[in-house]
């Protein structure tokens, strides 16, 4: 986009790239707990977006939404950092599920239904879905944690790249390993059906909560427990790759 006189029309490409933004702030959410706002995060992202047009030049030969989408990530990665966006008790309550679908599992010698995982936590089925829904599937830091230490919660070094950065927190990413493929393709296998659903057009479709759910006919915070619920299945199967 250049204006007549041949510069670069930095307000058109602006208004351009605003559902870039949104798209990235959507797509972060779902791995953040439910005191972070998206409308939050967007702001901040227009600011990396805002960035972005004043430092990009056409010369440095790279496509300006794969440029502006780093400094979005980067705008907002840098406010989740400043606002300790992660609790210790949410990092505790990850560990928790996750302890306890093994346990089901164990015991019962089968993937544990919704309410078993519950029973096993010593919950009534309505307070497990609300902790789901409050920990939104923050779990996915376990996937990419494999192999790299870390302390007790989670909390190391980079502990927010792992969880919320693009192509790192993505779980479909670890595919490309071929190590770990198989075992994973497998345990995504092993999920209920609407897990699996779930799983696929979120990280393969790149379909929003609010788009799943509409897919689904249940509500977006549905969508959101079962992810959550789904990422502490995987972590759970994937202990030993």
């Not at 986009?1 to 797509?27: C, E, N, P, S, W």
């Not at 994973?184 to 999920?191: C, H, P």
């Not at 799983?199 to 759910?213: P, V």
Request: negative net charge.
């Amino acid at each position: 986009m250049y204006t007549a006189k041949g510069q670069l029309d930095r307000d058109a490409l602006f208004r351009q790239h605003v559902g870039l933004v949104q798209r990235i702030a959507h797509h972060m959410i779902a791995k953040l707990p439910p005191n972070v706002e998206v409308d939050d995060l967007i702001q901040v992202g227009l600011i990396g977006l805002s960035d972005a047009l004043t430092r990009y030049e056409v010369t440095q030969g790279v496509q300006f939404e794969t440029f502006a989408s780093q400094r979005i990530r980067g705008a907002m990665l840098d406010e989740l950092r400043d606002n300790d966006w992660m609790s210790r008790s949410s990092r505790k309550s990850q560990k928790d599920i996750e302890r306890a679908v093994q346990r089901a599992e164990q015991r019962l010698g089968r993937t544990p239904l919704e309410s078993e995982i519950a029973g096993e936590l010593g919950m009534e089925l309505a307070d497990y879905q609300s902790l789901l829904g409050r920990v939104r599937g923050a779990q996915l830091v376990y996937l990419e944690d494999m192999g790299h230490g870390g302390d007790e919660d989670g909390a190391g070094e980079g502990f927010l790249e792992r969880n919320v950065a693009d192509e790192g927190a993505d779980p479909v990413a670890l595919l490309r390993d071929q190590g770990i493929r198989s075992a994973l393709v497998a345990a995504i296998g092993q999920l209920p059906e609407r897990e699996q659903f779930i799983m696929g057009m979120y990280y393969e479709e790149d379909m929003n909560l609010k788009e799943i759910a509409a897919v689904l006919g249940v509500t977006e915070s549905r969508v959101c427990q079962l992810h959550s619920q789904a990422i502490a299945r995987l972590r759970t199967k994937m202990r030993g790759h």
